[in-house]
């Protein structure tokens, strides 16, 4: 399906991973784009290619750079994107791509004794750092099978999840959505078959080590998808969550031990790899076209199968 350039995404993290490469793929649909991202003035010079390579492709592009959690600046991103709509344009597809919340523990951890490591240099008669420092580089290039011997993830000693982390996490990546959504719609900016779409994870239902924040923001934005689903339903607006597989984004690589979760996934994958934002955006996109305005308030799983196999080969 072709866009026009009257048809407008609204990306909320766009500078990299998932709103990204969902930025290149409407792009090349002739979607316009405008991209809200928070990124520190070092990082532009890896951002500003990505962004003119959009505008290359002939659709509009307006990037913020600002905190999409403020409403102060929420405002004016709408103001100047209502400018850049003018009388045609419309908001076809809200994407929340944010990424910000806490990764530290519920409690500290106790850490229990390793064996194998040990007993394996005794075995062959090595040093048992020597050889630690080996499994450990091996197993950062990729070699998933010495997963139970590498060196467990290192989690902050001293910081532990207090109330105002979980509030701080869950308004970012989860309830922030509802704000962005309520005020489209009460300036009229959506489309008359608009589409707002979040993402989550596995972490939704599994528990990872330092993720407890994360997950409960994740569920929470699932919840307010759902809701959105039935009460924005008469406006023409649907709502869905699409849950990646493990992708190698910036943000994986933010949780403690994303090494070990990438080989895991690697190893469960029926396809033996990771998920890319690629992947994701692909299916993005398909949620946006006319074909798919009967999903509604659903999880869509983008991860070949991950999610249903059920042990490691």
């Known amino acids: 399906m ?6 407008w995404a609204l990306i909320l993290g766009g500078s990299s991973g998932f709103g990204l490469a969902t930025a290149h793929k409407l792009a090349t649909r002739g979607m316009s784009l405008c991209i809200v991202h928070r990124d520190r003035r070092g990082a532009m010079a890896r ?8 505008r290359a492709r002939g659709v509009d ?19 100047r994107l209502a400018e850049e709509l003018g009388t045609a344009g419309k908001v076809r597809l809200l994407l929340h791509s944010i990424a910000f919340g806490n990764l530290k523990l519920v409690v500290p951890e106790r850490t229990a004794e390793r064996a ?7 075995a062959l008669g090595v ?10 580089e091996l197993f950062a290039r990729g070699l998933d099978d010495l997963a139970s011997l590498a060196s467990p993830p290192a989690y902050p000693a001293n910081a532990f999840l207090e109330e105002e982390d979980f509030a701080r996490t ?4 989860g309830t922030s959505l509802v704000a962005w959504t309520q005020d489209l719609l009460a300036r009229g900016l959506f489309a008359r078959d608009a589409r707002v779409i979040g993402l989550t994870s596995e972490g939704n239902t599994v528990a990872w080590k330092g993720y407890a924040a994360v997950a409960a ?3 929470a934005l699932e919840s307010v998808a759902r809701a959105m689903a039935v009460e924005m339903a008469p406006y023409g607006v649907r709502a869905n969550v699409v849950q990646a597989g493990i992708t190698d984004t910036p943000a994986l690589q933010a949780i403690p031990g994303h090494d070990h979760l990438k080989a895991q996934a690697r190893r469960r994958n029926p396809f033996r790899r990771l998920t890319t934002p690629e992947d994701v955006a692909n299916v993005i996109y398909l949620l946006t076209t006319d074909e798919a305005a009967w999903i509604n308030g659903e999880v869509v799983r983008v991860d070949g199968g991950e999610h249903v196999s059920g042990g490691l080969a």
């Open 2 to 7: 072709k866009f026009t350039r009257d048809d």
């Open 47 to 54: 951002i500003e290619p990505e962004f003119e390579a959009i």
């Open 61 to 79: 592009l307006v990037a913020v750079n600002t905190d999409a959690l403020d409403p102060g600046e929420r405002c004016a991103v709408l103001d």
């Open 116 to 122: 194998a490591l040990p007993a394996l240099a005794t």
């Open 127 to 136: 040093d048992e750092s020597r050889l630690a420092r080996a499994v450990d």
């Open 170 to 173: 869950i308004h970012s990546m």
């Open 217 to 219: 923001a994740k569920v």
